[in-house]
C-alpha cells in the first residue's frame, strides 16, 4: 500500500514532538493523480563566490545590494565592491559592525542605513557619510518614485531625500504615521504604496503629489498588525511577509493580510526567547520561490515555499574552531539576486556563496536532508510490517569517494516521535543503477507509526514516495 510518506514541516497541530520534519527537503506537487502528489527534492547547496575574510577581520555577512554589474556588501562594519568574477574591494566602513543594515539605490546613489546617527551613499563606487546635517538617525530605508523614504529611530516619523539625491535632507520633510502611538520600525515601497509597518500596526501611503509633502495615507490603509522583527520584512513578487508581533509570519492581502505560518510552527516560534532579531530573504530554485526566515540567537531557520505554501526547514553544520559542533540555521545571514545567481553571505566566516541546486554540500560541511512522516496507521489496528520501501530516484550516487556508495537510515517511532528505534541503513544505488530499490524488511509491530529517514550522503536526493506491505493483526 502507499503510505502518506512526502509532505512539509508541521502541516498542522500536532503534539508529536517529531513527527512531520521536513529538513533540508522541499516538497514539491507533482504526482497529480497519486495519493500522495508530493515529492521531495534535496535543498540547494554552496558554493564559494568570494572571500572577504581574506581582506579584513570582520566576518558577519550583514547586507548587500545588487546595483547594475557590482555586489556591495556590508560585512561587519566594513562595505565591499564585488565583482561578477568574485574580486573585492574594500571602498570603507561605517559605524557599526552587528545589527540590522538597510541598503537601496535611485539608479546612481546606493544608500546604507544602519540605526546609527549617520547615512552613507555610494556614488561612482565611492562610500561617503552623508554630510547634511538634516540627515535624520535612520532605522530602514526605501526608494519610490524618485525619492529615498527612511524611518526615523524611535519615532513613527517617515523622512524623505531631495529628488534623485541622497545627500539632500530638509528638517521639514516628513510625515508621521498617527494611526497607531507605535514607532515606525521598517518602510517598504510595493506597487507605488509605500507600507511602514510599527510594532502594533501597519500604514500604507501613497503618492498623492502634495506640495508640502508627496506621500499621504490611503483612507482605509491601516493594518492592526504590527511587526515582530524589522529585517523579517520581505517584497516577493508584490507581496509582503513578515512576522508579526504575534509571533505568526503572515503576508499582505490587498490592504489587508493572511496567515501562512501553520499552528504547529506558530507555536515553535513562540517559545523562542529572542525572536525581534529574525531576518527574511529570498531566492528561487527549480522554479519555486522561498521566503526564508532564519532566527541567529535562536539558531533556528525556516522556510516558506511561496509556490506550493508548504514549510521546510533548512539546516547547516558547523565545525568551526570556537563554536560548539552541531546543527543550526542556515549558514545564510543575508541573500540577494547578482546577475543570474542568487548570492549569500554567510552568518561568521565572510564567506559568500552562489547557492546551487546542483551543489550537494554547503561548501565544505556535509548536508543532512530528514524527512519524519506523520503518524501512520491502520483503522487503529495494529499491523505487521513486513516490508518498506522508500522510492527515491536512484542511481545518483558518485563516481567515486564518499557517495559512491550511498544509503538512506531509517529509524521509527511508535509513541509519537519521542523514542526512536535504531538506525537501519539500505542502499539507495550507485551511479547509473536506476532499479535500485531501498528497502527494509522484518519491522515489527505497530498501531501508530511515524518513518524517519536520514540521508547524508552528498548527492542529488528526490524522496517520490513509501510503500509498505502490512498485515493486520490481533493486538
Given amino acids: ?59 558577519i555577512a550583514r547586507g548587500a545590494w545588487e546595483f547594475g554589474d557590482v555586489l556591495y556588501v556590508v560585512l561587519g562594519p566594513d562595505v565591499y565592491s564585488v565583482t561578477s568574477a568574485g574580486v573585492r574591494t574594500n571602498i570603507g566602513s561605517i559605524t557599526t559592525s552587528t545589527g540590522n543594515v538597510f541598503l537601496a539605490d535611485n539608479g546612481t546613489e546606493v544608500i546604507i542605513v544602519d540605526g546609527s546617527a549617520f547615512g552613507y551613499l555610494i556614488t561612482a563606487g565611492v562610500l561617503a557619510v552623508i554630510a547634511d546635517a538634516d540627515f535624520p538617525v535612520a532605522s530602514s530605508v526605501t526608494f519610490q518614485d524618485g525619492y529615498f523614504i527612511i524611518t526615523k529611530t524611535d519615532t513613527g516619523q517617515i523622512w524623505i531625500s531631495g529628488l534623485y539625491d541622497g545627500t539632500d535632507w530638509d528638517a521639514l520633510d516628513f510625515d508621521t504615521a498617527e494611526a497607531s502611538p507605535d514607532n515606525a520600525k521598517v518602510v517598504i515601497s510595493n506597487s507605488h504604496d509605500l507600507w511602514i509597518f510599527g510594532g502594533k500596526t501597519a500604514e500604507i501611503y501613497y503618492n498623492s503629489g502634495n506640495a508640502d509633502f508627496p506621500f499621504t495615507r490611503i483612507p482605509g490603509g491601516l493594518v492592526e498588525l504590527g511587526i515582530e522583527a524589522a529585517a523579517s520584512a520581505l517584497k516577493i513578487n508584490g507581496i509582503i511577509y513578515w512576522l508579526s508581533t504575534e509571533k505568526r509570519v503572515v503576508r499582505t492581502r490587498g490592504y489587508q493580510f493572511d496567515t501562512v505560518s501553520t499552528p504547529q510552527i506558530d507555536y515553535y516560534i513562540s517559545t523562542y526567547t529572542t525572536t525581534s532579531d529574525a531576518r527574511a530573504f529570498s531566492y ?45 540555521k542556515h549558514r545564510a545571514n543575508c541573500i540577494v539576486k547578482f546577475g543570474d545567481d542568487y548570492i549569500a553571505g554567510d552568518y561568521e566566516n565572510g564567506k559568500l556563496y552562489t547557492i546551487d541546486i546542483d551543489t550537494y554540500t554547503d561548501y565544505t560541511e556535509d548536508v543532512r536532508r530528514i524527512r519524519a512522516s506523520q503518524v501512520i496507521n491502520k483503522d487503529r489496528f495494529y499491523v505487521i510490517w513486513h516490508s518498506l520501501e522508500i522510492e ?33 541503513s539500505t542502499y539507495i544505488g550507485d551511479i547509473g543503477e536506476y532499479k535500485n530499490r531501498a528497502r527494509w524488511r522484518r519491522m515489527g509491530k505497530s498501531r501508530n507509526r511515524v518513518l524517519k529517514v536520514t540521508v547524508s550522503d552528498p548527492i542529488k536526493v528526490v524522496i517520490l514516495g513509501a510503500y509498505a506491505e502490512l498485515e493486520e493483526c490481533v493486538a
Fill in 392 to 424: 527515491f530516484e536512484s542511481g545518483a550516487g558518485l563516481i567515486s569517494g564518499y557517495g559512491s556508495n550511498p544509503t538512506a537510515v531509517l529509524q521509527w517511532s511508535d509513541d509519537g516521535g519521542h523514542t526512536w528505534s535504531n538506525e537501519h
Fill in 1 to 59: 500500500m502507499e503510505l502518506p510518506f512526502t509532505g512539509g514541516a508541521y502541516t498542522s497541530y500536532s503534539t508529536n514532538v517529531n513527527a512531520q520534519r521536513c529538513v533540508n527537503l522541499f516538497p514539491a506537487i507533482e504526482k497529480q493523480d497519486a495519493k500522495n502528489p508530493v515529492v521531495l527534492y534535496g535543498t540547494a547547496g554552496l558554493v564559494e563566490f568570494s572571500d572577504l575574510a581574506t581582506e579584513g577581520a570582520f566576518t
Fill in 284 to 328: 528561487q530554485a527549480l522554479g519555486h520561490i522561498f521566503y526564508v526566515l532564519t532566527f541567529p540567537t535562536e539558531d533556528k531557520t525556516w522556510v516558506y515555499d511561496v509556490t506550493t505554501e508548504i514549510w521546510h526547514e533548512w539546516q547547516s553544520y558547523v565545525s568551526s574552531s570556537g563554536v560548539v559542533a552541531g546543527w543550526g
